[in-house]
């Protein structure tokens, strides 16, 4: 951020935080413990959150794994051929 947008800020009151996220610190000592979730309700909602998952099908990935091995086999070529062609071209050029 440069000094035209942090002036910008400053006079738009932009670099105050707001009242609603103004967040004050808890004094020592008196720490809010977080209730911990227990193993059969983080399991459920596990769950719950993969029946919302939108799975590809058997076709989906077939289509997708062959696409990723054609791309894998054409990279691999072609750096192959380039690691293959400037290796014969320093060794052309220090006989």
Do not use: C, H
Not at 80 to 93: A, I, M, N, R
């Amino acid at each position: 951020m440069n000094r035209q947008s942090k002036r910008m800020m400053e006079r738009q009151g932009g670099d105050q935080p707001r009242a609603a996220e103004r967040r004050t610190r808890p004094q020592p000592g008196t720490e809010v413990k977080k209730e911990r979730t227990g193993l059969r309700q983080f399991f459920s909602e596990v769950r719950s959150e993969l029946k919302k998952v939108a799975w590809p099908n058997r076709q989906e990935v077939i289509n997708s794994t062959v696409v990723v091995l054609i791309a894998i086999v054409f990279m691999t070529t072609l750096i192959f051929g380039y690691d293959y062609l400037s290796s014969k071209f320093v060794l052309f050029l220090f006989k």
